[in-house]
């Protein structure tokens, strides 16, 4: 019987995320809702403390780092004497970590290597939430994966892997109680105005300059049209030093007031802001192995137009529980499809079909008995 486990993850962003970080998300939920004792080990962003007590099975133990450390044995001479995949073993150490416990190390195969390296008899799970061409995997290596696309691929490079699948879920309680979303008004959005949603990253991958373009098609014949978008538009990518978030920056000011860029929102607060919309759309531009905002937006009750790339069309059936855009995707088959949908008559039990499908199946109770169902087969 499973006594114990351990969930870390690459060392980006704390626990619990202030922002959109749908692996930690997932970690911080599954860990405060299973009955199995655990720790959750990740790094110490500023403003957050050493030690936190979720409730009696959970607790998070955030590693630190100081400049100076940084600086010299990260940065400089590249020699680090005590590095993370260490620091989460001495953790884990204190924890009482047995051969019944288990280590679960989230979307990193470096960490995931680096840890079975230095504890090879313990065992270790690695949790993929995306597509990366897998690297110093065991042929037999247990992986967790949120959906059957994800298996599939993965599969294609380690056909003997035992991969199971347990998918992202969401809050049924915030989302069947009644609570207060955000005013229209506050945002000078009038009654009558048909608002489009986005949340996501303002990153290539995820389509949203592609969706501003179609916006700008629409707001020639539907000037009563309005665009919401959620995420972080002064954020500065390495790849391209800022360039596309500027590009997205300098539409939205041409669209001046129909266009409403809100910044990022922290999770927690993102299901006040669902009801804005008439519709969701989602036009990732890679291969989505899941998307958190597709059933967030589903559970809130909101009609979803998403691409077909990757998994979401494992539970957004077109016509059925959601909306699919057209391939080849363009600036003017979005413009054509969010028409099209908008005059669906349809639309609103499409949009009760999708809720009650996510509130079935993505409720954190039932992604963490799924959990909780693969480990114990796998280590029982």
Known sequence: MIDKIIFTVTPIFSIPPRGAAAVETWMYQVAQTTRIPNRIVCIKNEGYTDYSQVNENCSIHRIGFSRIYKRIFQKWTRLDPLPYSQRILNVAKDFSVTDKSVIAVHNSMKLYRQIRQRAPQANVVIHMHNA??????????KMIVPSMFLKNYY??????????????????????SDYEPISRLDLNISPEDKVIFYAGRIVPDKGVLLLLQAFERLIESHPDFKLVVVGDHMEVSKSDKGAYQREVREIAERLTDHCIMLGSI???????????????????QFQEPFCMVAIEAMGAGKPVLVSTRGGMVEFVKNKDTG???????????????????LHDSELSTIAKRGQQYVFDHYSWTSVTQRFED???????
């Open 266 to 284: 922290p999770p927690e607060k993102m299901h006040r802001y669902y009801p804005l919309g008439d519709l969701v759309v989602i036009p990732s």
């Open 132 to 141: 990366f061409e897998p690297k110093g995997l065991e042929k037999n290596v």
């Open 374 to 380: 693969v480990i114990h087969h796998w280590f029982d």
């Open 323 to 341: 909306y699919h855009l057209r391939e080849p995707m363009t600036a003017e088959t979005i413009a054509e499809d969010i028409e099209c949908v």
């Open 155 to 176: 599969h294609s490079y380690l056909p003997e892997a035992d991969i199971a699948i347990v998918p992202n879920g969401i809050n049924l309680e915030i989302y069947q």
